[in-house]
């Protein structure tokens, strides 16, 4: 069983930068892919980035790809979301989540834990 707690999150301006981190319990989390979503009001969980097992690999929406980064650290079982040049339209709720498998996964059903989310909100 793994628990994930979200924080990071809040209110900025656009343009602004906010960095998100996704605490692990568990000590088998470098053994598992990591990714975060987000979900708008009215909208559904979207896929935003994910990173491998060792962080050897990244992937991206188009929509933040330049402006968002995702990494971790191991030794710390966490996972981070560097958000920059944040836009209105980056509003949402955050979430993380784990896969067992260590390959990068863009599906929501293709994880297997969730944390409780952390609310960013972009103002214009």
């Known amino acids: 069983q793994v628990q994930l707690v979200e924080s990071g999150g809040g209110l900025v301006q656009a343009g602004g930068s906010l960095r998100l981190s996704c605490a692990a319990s568990?000590?088998?989390?470098?053994?598992?892919?990591m990714g975060w979503f987000r979900q708008a009001p009215g909208k559904e969980r979207e896929f935003v980035a994910a990173i491998s097992w060792s962080g050897g690999s990244t992937y991206y929406i188009d929509s933040v790809k330049g402006r968002f980064t995702i990494s971790r650290d191991n030794a710390k079982n966490t996972v981070y979301l560097q958000m920059n040049s944040l836009t209105p339209e980056d509003t949402a709720v955050y979430y993380c989540?784990?896969?067992?498998?260590?390959?990068?996964?863009?599906?929501?059903?293709?994880?297997?834990?969730w944390g409780q989310g952390t609310q960013v909100t972009v103002s214009s």
């Open positions: 568990g000590r088998t989390f470098s053994s598992y892919a």
């Open positions: 989540a784990a896969r067992h498998y260590g390959a990068i996964a863009t599906d929501i059903d293709e994880y297997d834990y």
